[in-house]
């Protein structure tokens, strides 16, 4: 089986496991844990911020960010296909209470006109708007890069405004890898930062939250009420700083991959690659082919291809440590057959 459902499917590699195995641990409750403090360490060098906190997932990580920078009847101002909005449960409406101020970007893009527009001050009728949230890589929006002139652009109105800042950068690797421009860099403009370690980074569990530390300080006490507080949590954080020296430089690997799949799949007509192909994904309409996403999903299943279904006729084949270039060229093949079936 072929699995492009998602870059979440990798598996700790046996030196990943290894490192996780031999990882000191203590209390991390109590600020105990050396692995724990160490990758928080990292993590906010590496983010270019005061500190770092330690999550069992960006979902918690970004609803902490959500709480953090705001009370509730809020508005926040976000993408209209991004993973805040559309893929935590309405996590942003039970625990921040924030109403949305939804902007259809160009692939999960915006401009900072488009943010202006829906700034609106505190008044007798509307929801003052205090945070503005963006997404890098975006995921919904076909593994897309955000420029760092964009970001810094819609961040400068943000601010001028009064608003706090939040990247959902559980795929900022992707992006830093792609364009060369340091991680640093893209969050400086943000007041917090989630970065998630379990997407192409491969690691089994985990995300962190950087931003100043008073912001941190903040974000531990949510820890705590959200459950997201471990023990020996450790053994997780050594598979994160493993990563983190191991598995960045390779995300290159599946840029190619999702590049090679990008053209193979090109050469079949009824298909409607989406393009340009800037990171690890690749999604591709399917109107022409007369099929749905879900009737497309079964064949290539059967024909031993894992693809995710994201929309009626939109597939999303994403690359990562656990496919091969021969993979890739397996996969267009499948996709030719399973179009062939009568
Ligand atoms: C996967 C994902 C998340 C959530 O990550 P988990 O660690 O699985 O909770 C958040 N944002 C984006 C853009 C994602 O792709």
Redesign the pocket.
Known sequence: MIDLY?D?VTRPTPAMRRAMAEAEVGDEQRNEDPTTNALQKRVAELLGKEASIFL???????AIACRLHTQPGEAVILDAR???LN??TGGLAVHSHLVPRIIDGDRGRFTAEQVEELITPAGHYRPKTTLLTC?Q???AGGGSIWKLEQLQAVCAVAREHGLKTHL?G??LMNAVVATGISAADYCATFDTV?L????GLGCP???LLAGTAETIARARTLKQQFGGAMRQSGILAAAGLYALEHHVDRLAEDHNNARRLADGLSTIPQLDVERPVETNMVFVGLQRTGLTAAEMGARLRRLGLIASQPGRYRLRFVTHYDVTADDVDRAVRIMRDALSIP
């Open positions: 998602s979440t069992p997932s960006a979902t918690m990580a970004n991004c993973h805040i893929s935590e997404e890589t975006h995921n959902d559980s795929r989630t998630c370690l379990s997407k569990v985990g995300a």
